[in-house]
Structure formats: structure tokens, C-alpha cells
């Protein structure tokens, strides 16, 4: 009896926007059910070299294409690992929750769905673009059950019993009744060496009476000469190994000798995952040795913050029967990831000389870079040396810390940055006045990254790397304006400090400030008050909040004018409603939240009332 099981409602969801929506490569659909295939040989592959009577009684690996034009059907069977009923339900029923809502998501968005295929999982799924019913005949490895999955798609599936001789896995599509093209042996031709040439399992075609024929050249591409293999050759195995649809923005063929040797071949993609900041993406490198895949989930084989990075690793100098566990602590895994972090490295230095070329990658995937400076000790200065950042010196195009560096006074040996929320909040934030008076660049840090990677590099080429917080001995210059006088300043920020006692700690004069008569800033080593806005925003303690300094500049004439009210008593009150407003001022321009919005609106409404009456 069948068993009628009902796709999750996201499932739902996705198919028909899978079904119905148009697409101009339908033909997508063989090259995704082909590479599940060449997984699932992969993955029988693996578990064979612990268990060797597993895949007895397989043969050799391959993948069979058989088109019947009298039924209009097409089937893909493989001999590889096979699935169970529990698979079946669970691969073929549901999908990743955010998996499958970030598919939505971006289908509704993407007139293109084709190139959203496979990258959110949900490769199987695009053979209802061209069948009206998909049938599947499994058997798993080890195992004596075989079982039949049959679905149209639309209402779910029914999971029966069923015979099958060996293991693997035989996928029916009984095709509409206008996609006759894909029982057409020169369309599949055509469509198998387009997508698939380089599966490194037979791509089999069965063409009935006249026999079988091997359509791929089924060799693992990264063991070719280089000079042999074409731009678009890599170009279809980043799409296999991605299961993207862009161009590779970098390609790296590589094959390293000495002590060790290991070939790998790495792609960095042209736009960003849509997962690249998820917490629990890891490296997606596969390994391989001597040409059998292992895994596709050894962490340490690429670090994270080069999570966005492609493709596989071959070493033949690996035993075949090492265990993921034993990998966690290989010797020889450590100097294939530094010698693979080191070419990659290089190779995004060279390309840094295409100032246009490059910034595209940075924007897709600086921010990540920039977490090796922090994480990574032993490359993390020629990290930061291909690291991008806005700066004072340009509005639009960034700046490397080698450019900042080339512009730097004879006298200048220190790298100043500044870090906020906005760029465009950071451009105008006071703190800057005096740098730019004084004509020294400042970087302009927005990411959250950016708060921490300074800790890690105090110096980069000679160069202390400080925030601007920490200059206040190299901001001071002879000055010809007015300034207020001593005593009253001082019994200003004394007067100050009282009044704002519970929102600052300190009222102070400084020689940072040129046009804006306050700023506010933190105690020097102290967390910034960027880094304690990210903290809240995460809700992580923040027990250890900084000391809030309120600088006053003694050189504006309004703070000029403070200090003299305060000689004389009558003045107090409207001296603590601008003392008030001078804070929220300065928080505004920090990027704070003001504690008494309504308060500050009233002030200001009624200051420009006066102005303009």
C-alpha cells in the first residue's frame, strides 16, 4: 500500500514558482539531476574504502541516460549510494527552511529563477519544469528494501515498496507533451557536453538496439594541463561544483610539488551567496585524493573568512583510508591549507592592479576578507594589503593602506582611522575638523568588522595604526582665533559635567575641533561607542560601557559665550538649556540616540524661530 505524504507548504510554494515560471535554459534540469548522480557515486565511492563489500556487487560507476521517444519519458540512473524511504521523505519532502524562504524570497524578486536553481538546493526539483510526472526507483547501499517515490509536483508524493536489484537510483521523467526535444539523442548530446563533460563518472547514453555510447570524456578536469582546458571548461565545472549560473570571477589551476603535492583548482564567484553571512556556512572546499572524493565538509581545509571560495583540493601524498577525524589534526592538511592560503593570496594581490575589476570583488566579499585580519596571524598584513576602505581623501573610490600610506607627510608615521554606522555620518562627524584642517587622511571604518581587526595590527609597514581618538598629541598647532578665557573654561566643563553627570563622565576642552563647537568621545583604549551600538544592537552585555567625554572646542564662539554667561547667575538657566542641546548635538553627530528627542526638537525649532523672525 502506498504511503500519501503531503510537501511542506514552503515546498509548495517553491514548485510552483518552479513550474510555472518561464525560463530560458530549461534544459538546466539534466545537468542538476546528473551532478546528484555523480554526488551519489561519490558518496558510495567514500563509503567503500571502510566498507569494501558495500559497492560489490555496483560494477563500475556510471551514469545511464535512457530517452524512450514512444512513451516520451527520459530516465537518469546511477549505481551509487542509493536512498531509503526516511531519505526519500526527507530529501525529496522537505527542504532548509531558510534554504527554501531565501529561494521565494529571491525567485520573486529574480526574473531569472533558472540561475537560482541548485544554488538554494532544490536541483531535483527542476525536473517538474519539463515533466508532468516524476518517478523514482531507489535502493540504498547495504540495504535489502528498494522503494518507489511518484509525484506530479503539485500534491504531494506516494512512497511504495518496490524490486530493484542492486543500489542506486533511477529517475523517470515523464515529460510534457511539449518537451518532446529531450528525448532527442542530439539534443541530449549537446546538452551532457555543454553541462556535464567534466563529470568524472561515464555519462552513458543508451540509444536501444544501437547500443550504449559515452558522451563525456569523464576525466577529473583539475588532472588536465592547463593549456588544455578552455575558459568555458572551467567555466561549466565552477557551475557544477557552485550551482550557480555566473562567471567565475577568479580561477586558480594550480598544482603544488615538493615535500608535499596537492593540485587544486579554486574559484572565487563573480556575486556573493546569498548565505555568506549565515552563522552556520562553512568552507565549501571538496577534497579529494588521488582522484576520490572524500568530503566536502573539512573545516580545515580553508579558513572562514575565505568562505566564499570554490572548488577542490586532490593531494596524492594523503592516505586513502584517513578518517574526517584524523584529517581535524593532519599535519600534512595544515601545510596544503597554508600553501592554498598563500597562492590565493598572491593571486588577489595581482589582481589588485585592476583597480575597477578588483573593487567588484571587494564589494561582494571584502567584508569578509577582512575577518583574516583579525583571525589570521600569519598573513594578516598582506591581508590588511589588499584590503579596501573609504577615506577622506576621496568620496567615491576607495583607498587601499598602501595608497593612504603614499600620501602620508614626511613627517606623518601614523595611519588614522575613524568607525561609525554610516559613511556618510563618519564624513561629517566633528572629530574629524582638525585632520582635515591639518590635511591628514583618515579611513572612514563602517563594518562591523572594522572595530576589531585594529586591535590585532597595531602597525602595518612601519605604521601605527590608531583611531583618531588616540591623536590627540599630534592635533595640536598654533592658532590665531579667539579663545576662551582659562578660568571660565575651565568652570564651564566643571558646570557641565555636573549637569550631564548621568549621561557623560567628562566635560573637556579639545584642539580636534575647528568649525563644531562639541564633540563626543570615549576614554582612550576604551570600547568605542560604534562597538557598543553593535553590541546593544545584538543584545550582548555591555557591563562594561565606556566613559563618555564631551569635548568642548574653546576656539567657537558659542562656547566662547557659555563660559562668559556663566560669570553671572542669572544666566544658569539658559546656560543648562544649551549645555542640554550641545549633548544631544553631539550625539547626533556620533550617531547616539538622543535621550529627550521632543526636548531637543522645541530647542531647535525655537532657536531658528528666533533667527528667522
Given amino acids: 500500500m502506498a504511503d500519501k505524504i503531503a510537501f511542506q507548504a514552503d515546498v509548495s510554494k517553491m514548485l510552483d514558482i518552479v513550474i510555472n515560471s518561464l525560463y530560458s535554459e530549461k ?131 506516494e512512497i511504495t515498496e518496490a524490486e530493484k536489484e542492486v543500489n542506486g537510483t533511477e529517475i523517470k521523467l515523464y515529460l510534457k507533451k511539449d518537451e ?24 552513458v547514453l543508451n540509444l536501444g ?55 587544486g583548482l579554486l574559484f572565487i564567484p563573480e556575486t556573493a551567496p546569498y548565505d555568506l553571512f549565515q552563522p552556520d556556512r562553512k568552507t565549501s572546499l571538496k577534497l579529494y585524493i588521488n582522484k576520490v572524493f572524500i568530503s566536502d565538509k573539512i573545516e580545515e581545509l580553508m579558513p572562514n573568512y575565505l568562505r566564499f571560495v570554490k572548488g577542490i583540493i586532490d593531494s596524492a601524498d594523503l592516505p586513502l583510508n584517513i578518517s574526517r577525524e584524523m584529517l581535524q589534526y593532519s599535519p600534512l592538511l595544515e601545510k596544503i591549507k597554508a600553501g592554498t592560503i598563500s597562492r590565493l593570496l598572491k593571486e588577489l594581490k595581482k589582481r589588485t592592479k585592476d583597480y575597477d575589476d578588483y573593487i567588484k570583488f571587494w564589494r561582494n566579499f571584502g567584508i569578509v576578507l577582512k575577518e583574516g585580519i583579525y583571525e589570521d596571524f600569519k598573513n594578516r598584513e598582506e591581508i590588511a594589503g589588499i584590503s579596501y576602505f573609504y577615506s577622506t581623501h576621496d568620496v567615491e573610490k576607495l583607498v587601499s593602506l598602501d595608497d593612504y600610506i603614499s600620501r602620508c607627510g614626511k613627517d606623518q608615521k601614523t595611519i588614522y582611522y575613524i568607525t561609525g554606522d554610516d559613511i556618510n555620518v563618519l564624513r561629517n562627524n566633528p572629530q574629524l575638523e582638525a585632520f582635515k584642517q591639518k590635511g591628514i587622511e583618515v579611513l572612514l571604518l563602517n563594518d562591523p568588522i572594522d572595530e576589531f581587526w585594529p586591535q590585532v595590527l597595531p602597525n602595518y609597514k612601519g605604521y601605527a595604526v590608531k583611531h583618531i581618538a588616540q591623536a590627540d598629541a599630534d592635533m595640536t598647532w598654533k592658532r590665531e582665533e579667539k579663545k576662551a578665557d582659562e578660568g571660565s573654561l575651565n568652570k564651564l566643563c566643571g558646570f557641565m559635567q555636573d549637569l550631564l553627570k548621568t549621561e557623560v563622565g567628562k566635560v573637556q576642552p579639545t584642539e580636534k575641533l575647528t568649525t563644531s563647537p562639541v564633540s563626543l568621545t570615549v576614554e582612550n583604549g576604551q570600547m568605542s561607542l560604534h562597538l557598543e551600538r553593535l553590541m546593544r544592537n545584538h543584545q550582548q552585555q555591555t557591563a562594561f560601557a565606556s566613559t563618555r567625554i564631551l569635548e568642548l572646542n574653546p576656539y567657537h564662539p558659542l562656547i566662547i559665550r557659555l563660559a562668559d554667561m556663566l560669570t553671572d547667575e542669572a544666566n544658569k538657566a539658559k546656560v543648562e538649556e544649551v549645555s542640554k542641546v550641545l549633548l544631544d548635538q553631539a550625539k547626533v553627530a556620533e550617531g547616539e540616540a538622543i535621550s529627550d528627542p521632543s526636548f531637543y526638537a522645541e530647542k531647535i525649532s525655537g532657536y531658528i524661530l528666533r533667527d528667522i523672525a
Fill in 27 to 157: 534544459q538546466i534540469f539534466l545537468r542538476e539531476l546528473i551532478s546528484n548522480a555523480s554526488d551519489a557515486c561519490d558518496k558510495l565511492r567514500y563509503l567503500a574504502l571502510t566498507h569494501p563489500d558495500i559497492a560489490k556487487a555496483s560494477g563500475a560507476f556510471k551514469i545511464i541516460i535512457t530517452p524512450d521517444e514512444k512513451a516520451n519519458t527520459l530516465t537518469i540512473a546511477d549505481n551509487g549510494v542509493g536512498m531509503n524511504k526516511d531519505d526519500l521523505i526527507n530529501h525529496l519532502g522537505t527542504i532548509a527552511k531558510s534554504g527554501t524562504a531565501e529561494f521565494v524570497k529571491n525567485a520573486s524578486e529574480n526574473g531569472s529563477v533558472c540561475e537560482l536553481i541548485g544554488q538554494f538546493g532544490v536541483g531535483f526539483y527542476s525536473a517538474f519544469m519539463v515533466a508532468d510526472k516524476v518517478e523514482i526507483l531507489t535502493r540504498k547501499a547495504g540495504e535489502d528494501k528498494a522503494w518507489k517515490w511518484v509525484s506530479n509536483g503539485i500534491d504531494g508524493f
Fill in 209 to 263: 538496439k544501437a547500443g550504449e555510447e559515452t558522451v563525456n570524456t569523464g576525466s577529473a578536469l583539475w588532472t588536465r594541463n592547463k593549456a588544455e582546458i578552455t575558459k568555458e571548461q572551467y567555466r561549466d565545472f565552477y557551475r557544477h561544483i557552485s550551482h550557480n549560473f555566473d562567471e567565475p570571477w577568479l580561477t586558480l589551476h594550480f598544482k603544488a610539488e615538493g615535500n608535499i603535492e596537492y593540485t
Fill in 180 to 203: 518532446k526535444n529531450y528525448v532527442d539523442t542530439i539534443y541530449l548530446r549537446q546538452i551532457i557536453r555543454t553541462y556535464s563533460d567534466h563529470i568524472a563518472y561515464p555519462i
